[in-house]
């Protein structure tokens, strides 16, 4: 019996030191801009998995973002975060992060949706990824470029936003929309006006959109970010109760949309 247990110890450890996380710097393009996007996947698995793009928030892709790839790949995916500004282009102060997110969100749409191409591009193009199987998460800026880059067309089962803007110069791209889509809001964000929300939920009705969208009571913007800060008056603030439920939230759509 010893003997037994011994050796089903030494199994599961052997299977704990084979199954690790693997995270990569990957440089790939859009055009002539070098972008510099984060790759996560545990290794354990030898077939092919959904892969998640992670789009980061105003101030370009950090260690925030990285963090929610390793946690999607702790869930089995394989998970990219992209790159929308380009690479070393990370704002350090909040007034330009402002400038370089407008360039973007109030500039260039377009612009916007094929940085998150690129993006989606890269993540299909891995071995550990099943190409027909794909997901877009982003966070504020992030969220509205997930969204955009479902209206563009791509090729995705699902979108997901999490405290993101949800304007658009052209609603009438919804039609394009070929997956569900999952909003995930805070109740008292003051960045995204009542007019706002309606417009998009009539955008989605009108382009039969398979939409939902969740309000967090008390969260404003930022509510899944800890170094958002604390104080919901600002604007923008971490609320735990919305973070983790958003999260879970999350993961419900993947089964629905993965079936895993």
Known sequence: MKQFLLALVMVLVAHSAQA???????????????LEGYLAYDDAAKEKR???????????????EK?????LAGLGYVAFAADIYGKGVRPATPELAATEAGKYRGTDRGLMRARAAAGLDKLASFAEVDPGRLAVIGYC??????????????????????HGNLDTPIPADALKIR???LVLHGADDPYVPPVQVASFQQEMRLAKVDWQMIYY?????????INAGNDPTKGAAYNEKADKRSWEAMKQFFVEIFGR
């Open 67 to 71: 963090s929610r790839a390793e946690q």
């Open 179 to 181: 997956g569900k889509v």
């Open 141 to 162: 800026f992030g969220g509205t470029t997930a969204l955009e880059l479902a209206r563009s067309g791509a090729n995705l089962r699902g979108a997901v936003s999490f």
């Open 50 to 64: 959904p892969g998640v793009l992670v789009i980061h928030e105003w101030k370009g892709l950090g260690p925030y």
């Open 217 to 225: 009571g008390g969260a404003v913007h930022s509510f899944s970010n």
């Open 20 to 34: 690790r996380l693997v995270t990569k710097t990957v440089e790939y393009r859009q055009g002539e801009t070098v």
